[in-house]
């Protein structure tokens, strides 16, 4: 554990040194959170929705990357090194993966504090601090295990980074962010709801499944760590697919 915590803090520090990176992440949640004041002084609204859901959009926007990161890694020469170490290769490259998710965690208090720069206001009451503490740590979680599976699948690709604009926006409407104040469509509720991401979003923005209180946040947040367990150990059994692959049948490049 503690070898992978070391190898998590070094590809996070490799991440965030890469200009890139940073300036997505800064510009996606800055023009979220401006977009979010302008319909806040003509509509109204809680400002803790407002600026939470564009944290979200930064952090999903961040781990979107997740799509071509591997293929960064061998645009860098370094991804034949990950996968032909002594250990579990996937160990190192889900430690390159979850650089991406957890990056994507600084988009939360910079929405916050732009808002609250902005609008001169908090933008959060002390009631709501612990339900967006664990919805965010829980976000996280989500980020992580739909980054494991996108990079997992998206290396077989050169040209993966082709496709991280295609994931933004038709995941976060499919997991509800864009609907607080009206019901999405069934077919569109049903389809969200096996993305990791719709569950601790809904806790986030108090949606309907979490509308009834203690005990529905409580499921809602068990029936997400759920679905992002599932996600993970696909990845984890996808992984090992790949790796043979690249491994034994020399049929996936990595330099």
């Known amino acids: 554990m503690r070898r992978q915590l070391r190898m998590m803090w070094f590809e996070l520090r490799q991440f965030a040194s890469v200009p890139y990176f940073a300036q997505l992440m800064v510009v996606a949640t800055l023009s979220a959170v401006v977009t979010q004041v302008l ?11 407002l600026w939470v859901r564009s944290g979200i959009i930064g952090m999903w926007t961040v781990s979107t990357c997740a799509t071509g990161i591997l293929g960064f ?14 250990i579990d290769p996937r160990r190192p490259l889900a430690a390159v993966v979850s650089s991406v998710s957890t990056f994507g965690l600084a988009a939360m208090p910079l ?3 732009i808002w609250t720069a902005l609008t001169r206001t908090a933008g ?11 919805g965010t740590v829980l ?12 990079a997992t699948v998206f290396v077989l690709t050169p040209n993966a980074i082709a496709y991280e604009s295609l994931l933004l926006a038709p995941v976060l409407i ?10 999405p469509p069934a ?26 209180g203690a005990l529905a946040t409580w ?3 068990s029936i997400g760590l759920t679905v992002s367990l599932i996600w993970m150990a696909a990845a984890w059994t996808l992984g090992r697919v790949v790796l043979d692959r690249a491994c034994r049948s020399a049929t996936l490049e990595v330099v």
């Open 219 to 221: 499921t809602n947040a």
């Open 187 to 212: 077919w569109l509720h049903a389809a969200g709801m096996v993305i990791p991401i719709h569950w601790p979003i809904d806790m986030l923005l108090g949606n309907r499944e979490t509308a009834g």
């Open 139 to 150: 976000l996280w979680f989500a980020c992580l295990s739909v980054a494991f599976v996108i």
């Open 73 to 86: 890694e061998r645009y860098k020469g370094t991804l034949v090194y990950l996968v032909a170490g002594r």
């Open 124 to 134: 959060v009451s002390m009631s709501q601090v612990p339900r967006l503490i664990g």
């Open 39 to 49: 319909a806040w002084r003509v509509w109204g609204g809680d400002p803790a929705v």
């Open 174 to 183: 499919a997991s509800g962010l864009l609907f607080t104040q009206s019901t």
């Open 111 to 113: 929405s916050w504090a």
